[in-house]
């Protein structure tokens, strides 16, 4: 039962990073219908950003708490605007050129901006893996046993609090910025028909640029989260995290946000109680066996709408 | 045509390039200007500043230039490109590749006799063939059928892996295991592609990319199967129908009263490959005229109607998923024989992709568009190797450019499989993609 | 045996969610006769062909086709594909569905493609060249003739069928739909978008197929000139119910049908039949001065 629920734990906070990251993709493909290969490679370029930035201010674990704080929240909103600025770049060079032509072009493109931007992190970081320190530690004890075999105990760190926070936070803000702004309401507007919401006076570049950038900011954020709770990173992360990332996104159903984010709690509590209970190697077949078998069984996903089909 | 009002005033000129550098410098700035080193006791930041505005200033130079030139052409003014050669290039590269098929097939069948062959260029031969053979194959599957395959490489694995099994532990001969890896793999196409061929275009991507990704975490971790990630080594090399390679008697070269060569093999090779490619071809073009191959394509076209016309979708997907295994089957078991050594990192993803982009960069459907990609992306590799670290970035710009430069690929028309008069070729933006509507 | 019931269909109901787009309908087209569905948009006309040809799977209810030899097919029960190959019902489609990157002939070979995949030895004998494929495939493109001549489309039959001009797409779908040997055509508004004199045609073209071929075709159209001129039978839709099922001079004259047409409430339907009975008369009336 402890084992359990610390698994259970571990598992949301996993599922947090993948549904942040998952959100990126199913907003990009509602909009342009197209599986933005290199949002994995946004995340791990967030990832990197915010490990310049940490050691740049010199946060260690010895940094006083008040301190960690304000320089985590400067960290992620300078690693959200430098992300920013390369899904809105990617999105400039390598898709829109290709918008509205030939349906597998912008796939290609795709997948070639995501080597470029792994290869060159690798040129420019290094190809070594990069470990940071903890530097917040840690947590609270939310059950304790003590029998024959030993102690166990469950606990829940600071670090886990402020990723399962954060994640919420952004949660919130974002379907609030969906339903209720004047972007979101362009971006479900070009959503369901592109040419009818040019026609109405949206601007649809910008409005698929601002996808980009959002999508963007939020892999950045998760690529802090990543950062900070595996402490080590590398420039191959987003591949692995991006594919895991876009099955979340499937699995939830495409284009819906909530469906993104449940997407990802499901994915990592597959992952994470696999390793736990089965066997460590295998939590990768898992995670996609369970994604072919929800999109045989339910192809629109767990949360996504059901398509009737057009004759 | 200095009387011709350019279409950019030099103020929004200015303003175009200080956006730019200012994102450069957002790119570039943290990510090259700040490199992290790892140092006892944590990581260190060495600033490299130069770097940083050496390619700021590229990207804003760059970009003016871009702006002041091809940008900036008054409307209506010729364009760089004659017309003439712009619309026939098209149909050009297209009647080009009906007079030089026949003529680089020649070369290819010439290719280990000519003077400057040495080791090298047949070594380099062998691998842009054996891309060809593997572009054809998946091209069964997304260019004719439209179904987007992420996950080739899953067969290609499943190919060498048989042979290589086979023959270690059976000691079964390369022909007898060419047959049977080209059937496991294409069985294993079936299983795959029983579920998922159901779902729509970019599904099924993911899907196929997951299975993809699947079969390699099994190699790597069935250890006392598939060696895990030490890989299978001593997997036979080929032989002469039953002659080795071998110096000394009874040897290749012995037999045939020819003075020994390490070449020998590679020569041999490098027609096994060959013939092999050929062999693809060749039943794809045949596949073409019979019903089967209208079949996939008319699935690629329009899946609805043909299930109006009677056609079983579901088998229609399966035999072009199946046949398009086949051939990575065995073009994965020519490459076991070939390297003697296979481990699961010959059979990333970026295998996968690499095939994909030969297809779609040569033009869907396109036989002779598949060679000259795997030409120009195998061979621009390797032109590239003096400079190691930047040649797979050079190669992701490359791929990126190519596409938007010819988003149909490089042959965009499509040649019909039967005619009643006059064979026409179809222009390529008629042409479906496949699934996704 | 023109006359004999053809294609039954029995309470046939769809529903999607909460809609009921098909209420209850029974009718019967004949062996022989040129029978119309017409109904206002959203009738849910398209729904039953969609139920037809196996596209939907109804919710409740029986499709029977007959065959001449006294075979039957019930279409509810049979796998789409299997509607066209076995129960011999071909359709067209409202938004044109040809293979717009194939050639004209080879839109029609595709249509062919079971018999054709028969002869070719479910492939293996085709690609080994033995067997008796080439023989087919002469008899194939003999048969993609015959019906390229009947729609005129002879002369283009090298290009690419995403070329031709919206008229001719039609009838080449229609000459598709031929090509399987269907003994039922349903046809889902073949003269949308025609203009008078390709409207003639396909007239031509579909009492021809009836005559000829003695084939049955089951039709959905707007265009009341080829309803008018060319139906056996018409059945009425509203509202996913059937309103009238009767010879078209009936359906002419019947003031349910035109009521629905003109979208009036149910209780005003008398005052609208009286209005009628008046307007006929005076049609009538000028029609018989004419």
Same mark, same amino acid.
């Given at each position: 039962?402890?084992?359990?629920?610390?698994?259970?734990?571990?598992?949301?906070?996993?599922?947090?990073i993948?549904?942040?990251? @998952?959100?990126?993709?199913?907003?990009?493909?509602?909009?342009v219908?197209?599986?933005?290969?290199?949002?994995?490679?946004?995340?791990?370029?967030?990832?990197?950003?915010?490990?310049?930035?940490?050691? &740049?201010?010199?946060?260690?674990?010895?940094?006083?708490?008040?301190?960690?704080?304000?320089?985590?929240?400067?960290?992620?909103?300078?690693?959200?605007?430098?992300?920013?600025?390369?899904?809105?770049?990617?999105?400039?060079?390598?898709?829109?050129?290709?918008?509205?032509?030939?349906?597998?072009?912008?796939?290609?493109?795709?997948?070639?901006?995501?080597?470029?931007?792994?290869?060159?992190?690798?040129?420019?970081? %290094?190809?070594?893996?990069?470990?940071?320190?903890?530097?917040?530690?840690?947590?609270?004890?939310?059950?304790?046993?003590v029998?024959?075999?030993?102690?166990?105990?469950?606990?829940?760190?600071?670090?886990?609090?402020?990723?399962?926070?954060?994640?919420?936070?952004?949660?919130?803000?974002?379907?609030?910025?969906?339903?209720?702004?004047?972007?979101?309401?362009?971006?479900?507007?070009?959503?369901?028909?592109? !040419?009818?919401?040019?026609?109405?006076?949206?601007?649809?570049?910008?409005?698929?640029?601002?996808?980009?950038?959002?999508? @963007?900011?939020? +892999?950045?954020?998760?690529?802090?989260?990543?950062?900070?709770?595996?402490?080590?990173i590398?420039?191959?992360?987003?591949?692995?995290?991006?594919?895991? &990332?876009?099955?979340?996104?499937v699995?939830?159903?495409?284009? $819906?946000?909530?469906?993104?984010?449940?997407?990802?709690?499901?994915i990592?509590?597959?992952?994470?109680?696999?390793s @736990?209970?089965?066997?460590?190697?295998?939590?990768?077949?898992?995670?996609?066996?369970?994604? +072919?078998?929800?999109?045989?069984?339910l192809?629109?996903?767990?949360?996504? !709408?059901?398509?009737?089909?057009k004759? | 045509?200095?009387?011709? &009002?350019l279409?950019r005033?030099?103020?929004?000129?200015?303003?175009?390039?200080?956006?730019?550098?200012?994102?450069?410098?957002?790119?570039?700035?943290?990510?090259?200007?700040?490199?992290?080193?790892?140092?006892?006791?944590?990581?260190?930041?060495?600033p490299?500043?130069?770097?940083?505005?050496?390619?700021?200033?590229?990207?804003?130079?760059?970009?003016?230039?871009?702006?002041?030139?091809?940008w900036?052409?008054?409307?209506?003014?010729?364009?760089?490109?004659?017309?003439?050669?712009?619309?026939?290039?098209?149909?050009?590269?297209?009647?080009?590749?009906?007079?030089?098929?026949?003529? /680089?097939?020649?070369?290819?069948?010439?290719?280990?006799?000519?003077?400057?062959?040495?080791?090298?260029?047949l070594?380099?031969?062998?691998?842009?063939?054996?891309?060809?053979?593997?572009?054809?194959?998946?091209?069964?599957?997304?260019?004719?059928?439209?179904?987007?395959?992420?996950?080739?490489?899953?067969?290609?694995?499943?190919?060498?892996?048989?042979?290589?099994?086979?023959?270690?532990?059976?000691?079964? $001969?390369?022909?007898?295991?060419?047959?049977?890896?080209?059937?496991?793999?294409?069985?294993?196409?079936?299983?795959?592609g029983?579920?998922?061929l159901?779902l729509?275009?970019?599904?099924?991507?993911i899907?196929?990319?997951a299975?993809?990704e699947?079969?390699?975490?099994?190699?790597?971790?069935?250890?006392?199967?598939?060696g895990?990630?030490d890989?299978?080594?001593?997997?036979?090399?080929?032989?002469?129908?039953?002659?080795?390679?071998?110096?000394?008697?009874?040897?290749?070269?012995?037999?045939?009263?020819?003075?020994?060569?390490?070449?020998?093999?590679?020569?041999?090779?490098?027609?096994?490959?060959?013939?092999?490619?050929?062999?693809?071809?060749?039943?794809?073009?045949?596949?073409?005229?019979?019903?089967?191959?209208?079949a996939?394509?008319?699935?690629?076209?329009?899946?609805?109607?043909?299930?109006?016309?009677?056609?079983?979708?579901?088998s229609?997907?399966?035999?072009?998923?199946?046949?398009?295994?086949?051939?990575? %089957?065995?073009?994965?078991?020519?490459?076991?024989?070939?390297?003697?050594?296979?481990?699961?990192?010959?059979?990333t993803?970026?295998?996968?992709?690499?095939?994909?982009?030969?297809?779609v960069?040569?033009?869907?459907?396109s036989?002779?568009?598949?060679?000259?990609?795997?030409?120009?992306?195998?061979?621009?590799f390797?032109?590239?190797?003096?400079?190691e670290?930047?040649?797979?970035?050079?190669?992701?710009?490359?791929?990126?450019?190519?596409?938007?430069?010819?988003?149909?690929?490089?042959?965009?028309?499509?040649?019909?499989?039967?005619?009643?008069?006059?064979?026409?070729?179809?222009?390529?933006?008629?042409?479906?993609?496949?699934?996704?509507? | 045996?023109a006359?004999?019931a /053809?294609?039954?269909?029995?309470?046939?109901?769809?529903?999607?969610?909460?809609?009921?787009?098909?209420?209850?309908?029974?009718?019967? &087209?004949?062996?022989?006769?040129?029978?119309?569905?017409?109904?206002?948009?959203?009738?849910? !006309?398209?729904?039953?062909?969609?139920?037809?040809?196996?596209?939907?799977?109804?919710?409740?209810?029986?499709?029977?086709?007959?065959h001449?030899?006294?075979?039957?097919?019930?279409?509810?029960?049979?796998?789409?594909?299997?509607?066209?190959?076995?129960? !011999?019902?071909?359709?067209?489609?409202?938004?044109?569905?040809?293979?717009?990157?194939?050639?004209?002939?080879?839109?029609?070979?595709?249509?062919?493609?079971?018999?054709?995949?028969?002869?070719?030895?479910?492939?293996?004998?085709g690609?080994?060249?033995?067997?008796?494929y080439?023989h087919?495939?002469?008899?194939?493109?003999?048969?993609?003739?015959?019906?390229?001549?009947?729609?005129?489309?002879?002369?283009?039959?090298?290009?690419?069928?995403?070329?031709l001009?919206?008229?001719?797409?039609?009838?080449?779908?229609?000459?598709? @739909?031929?090509?399987t040997?269907?003994?039922?055509?349903?046809?889902?508004?073949?003269?949308? %978008?025609?203009?008078?004199?390709?409207?003639?045609?396909?007239?031509?073209?579909?009492?021809?197929?009836?005559?000829?071929?003695?084939?049955?075709?089951?039709?959905?159209?707007?265009?009341?000139?080829?309803?008018? %001129?060319?139906?056996?039978?018409?059945?009425?839709?509203?509202?996913?119910?059937?309103?009238?099922?009767?010879?078209?001079?009936?359906?002419?004259?019947?003031?349910?049908?035109?009521a629905?047409?003109?979208?009036?409430?149910?209780?005003?339907?008398?005052?609208?039949?009286?209005?009628?009975?008046?307007?006929?008369?005076?049609?009538?009336?000028?029609?018989?001065?004419?």
């Amino acid at each position: 039962m402890e084992y359990f629920v610390q698994q259970l734990i571990n598992g949301v906070t996993l599922g947090s990073i993948y549904g942040l990251i @998952a959100i990126g993709y199913t907003m990009v493909y509602g909009i342009v219908g197209m599986i933005n290969f290199a949002h994995g490679d946004i995340f791990m370029v967030g990832a990197f950003v915010s490990l310049i930035a940490i050691t &740049a201010l010199g946060l260690t674990a010895s940094t006083g708490l008040g301190l960690t704080i304000i320089a985590l929240i400067l960290v992620l909103i300078f690693a959200m605007l430098i992300a920013s600025v390369y899904g809105w770049t990617v999105e400039r060079i390598a898709y829109r050129p290709l918008r509205g032509s030939f349906r597998l072009a912008p796939l290609i493109t795709a997948i070639g901006m995501s080597i470029v931007l792994q290869n060159y992190v690798q040129i420019a970081q %290094g190809a070594r893996v990069k470990p940071l320190q903890p530097i917040i530690q840690d947590g609270y004890t939310i059950m304790r046993r003590v029998d024959e075999q030993g102690e166990f105990v469950v606990q829940i760190s600071n670090m886990q609090i402020f990723i399962i926070l954060l994640t919420t936070a952004l949660m919130v803000t974002f379907s609030m910025i969906i339903a209720k702004t004047p972007l979101g309401r362009a971006q479900r507007a070009c959503e369901q028909d592109r !040419k009818m919401a040019a026609l109405s006076g949206i601007n649809v570049d910008r409005t698929i640029s601002l996808t980009f950038v959002m999508g @963007a900011a939020l +892999a950045a954020v998760a690529g802090l989260m990543f950062l900070l709770y595996y402490g080590v990173i590398d420039f191959f992360i987003g591949f692995v995290a991006g594919v895991k &990332a876009f099955t979340a996104a499937v699995l939830g159903g495409i284009g $819906s946000l909530p469906g993104a984010m449940l997407g990802g709690l499901v994915i990592g509590l597959i992952e994470t109680f696999w390793s @736990a209970y089965f066997s460590i190697e295998y939590k990768d077949v898992a995670a996609f066996a369970m994604l +072919a078998l929800v999109l045989i069984f339910l192809p629109q996903g767990l949360l996504g !709408k059901p398509e009737v089909e057009k004759v | 045509m200095a009387s011709m &009002a350019l279409k950019r005033s030099p103020r929004s000129i200015l303003i175009d390039l200080a956006v730019t550098s200012f994102l450069a410098l957002a790119i570039f700035g943290v990510m090259v200007g700040l490199r992290t080193e790892t140092v006892p006791g944590g990581l260190e930041l060495q600033p490299q500043w130069m770097s940083a505005l050496l390619l700021v200033a590229a990207a804003v130079g760059g970009r003016a230039i871009l702006l002041l030139t091809v940008w900036n052409r008054p409307e209506g003014a010729p364009s760089l490109i004659p017309a003439a050669v712009r619309e026939g290039a098209g149909s050009a590269i297209s009647r080009v590749g009906k007079v030089f098929g026949p003529a /680089l097939l020649v070369f290819a069948l010439l290719l280990p006799f000519l003077p400057f062959t040495d080791r090298y260029i047949l070594d380099l031969s062998i691998l842009v063939l054996t891309y060809v053979m593997l572009g054809w194959g998946l091209n069964i599957v997304v260019g004719l059928a439209g179904l987007l395959d992420l996950g080739y490489v899953a067969f290609y694995a499943v190919g060498a892996y048989s042979y290589a099994l086979l023959a270690l532990h059976f000691g079964w $001969s390369f022909w007898l295991c060419l047959p049977v890896a080209g059937i496991l793999a294409a069985f294993w196409g079936i299983i795959l592609g029983f579920p998922v061929l159901r779902l729509r275009g970019d599904y099924l991507a993911i899907v196929t990319l997951a299975f993809g990704e699947i079969i390699r975490v099994v190699l790597l971790n069935w250890y006392w199967f598939t060696g895990g990630p030490d890989g299978l080594s001593g997997i036979p090399r080929p032989s002469f129908f039953g002659i080795e390679f071998s110096r000394g008697e009874g040897g290749f070269a012995d037999a045939f009263g020819l003075e020994y060569s390490s070449l020998h093999r590679i020569i041999f090779l490098y027609f096994l490959i060959l013939a092999l490619a050929l062999l693809t071809n060749y039943v794809t073009m045949r596949l073409r005229r019979l019903p089967i191959g209208r079949a996939w394509e008319a699935l690629r076209e329009d899946e609805i109607a043909c299930r109006s016309l009677g056609l079983n979708t579901t088998s229609v997907k399966l035999t072009a998923f199946a046949t398009g295994a086949m051939f990575g %089957g065995f073009a994965g078991a020519f490459f076991a024989t070939r390297q003697g050594f296979i481990s699961p990192e010959s059979f990333t993803f970026i295998e996968s992709a690499l095939i994909l982009a030969i297809v779609v960069l040569g033009g869907m459907g396109s036989q002779i568009g598949v060679v000259i990609a795997s030409v120009a992306l195998i061979g621009g590799f390797e032109v590239f190797r003096e400079a190691e670290d930047y040649r797979m970035l050079i190669f992701g710009l490359a791929m990126v450019l190519i596409m938007i430069w010819r988003p149909r690929g490089l042959i965009a028309t499509r040649a019909p499989s039967i005619f009643l008069r006059e064979k026409k070729a179809v222009s390529g933006s008629l042409v479906a993609q496949g699934e996704g509507h | 045996m023109a006359g004999d019931a /053809l294609l039954e269909v029995e309470r046939l109901t769809m529903r999607f969610g909460g809609l009921t787009a098909v209420d209850d309908l029974s009718f019967t &087209a004949r062996r022989g006769e040129i029978t119309a569905l017409i109904g206002p948009n959203g009738a849910g !006309k398209t729904t039953v062909f969609n139920c037809i040809t196996g596209f939907y799977k109804p919710t409740v209810g029986r499709i029977t086709m007959h065959h001449d030899n006294g075979e039957r097919f019930l279409l509810e029960r049979l796998p789409d594909f299997q509607i066209p190959r076995t129960a !011999k019902v071909a359709r067209t489609f409202q938004n044109i569905r040809l293979f717009g990157g194939m050639t004209v002939l080879e839109n029609l070979m595709v249509a062919q493609h079971n018999p054709l995949m028969r002869a070719s030895g479910y492939t293996f004998g085709g690609v080994l060249g033995i067997g008796g494929y080439r023989h087919a495939e002469r008899e194939a493109v003999e048969l993609a003739k015959y019906w390229l001549e009947q729609t005129g489309l002879l002369a283009r039959a090298d290009d690419a069928a995403g070329d031709l001009p919206y008229g001719d797409q039609r009838r080449l779908e229609i000459a598709r @739909a031929m090509c399987t040997g269907p003994r039922l055509l349903c046809l889902d508004e073949p003269a949308a %978008g025609l203009n008078p004199r390709e409207s003639d045609e396909l007239n031509r073209l579909l009492l021809f197929i009836r005559k000829e071929r003695g084939v049955g075709i089951l039709l959905i159209e707007h265009d009341m000139s080829v309803v008018m %001129g060319i139906s056996d039978h018409i059945v009425v839709l509203d509202y996913g119910a059937k309103i009238a099922d009767a010879a078209p001079e009936e359906i002419r004259n019947d003031p349910k049908v035109i009521a629905a047409y003109l979208g009036v409430e149910d209780e005003e339907v008398e005052e609208v039949e009286h209005e009628i009975e008046e307007t006929a008369a005076a049609v009538s009336g000028e029609e018989g001065s004419q």
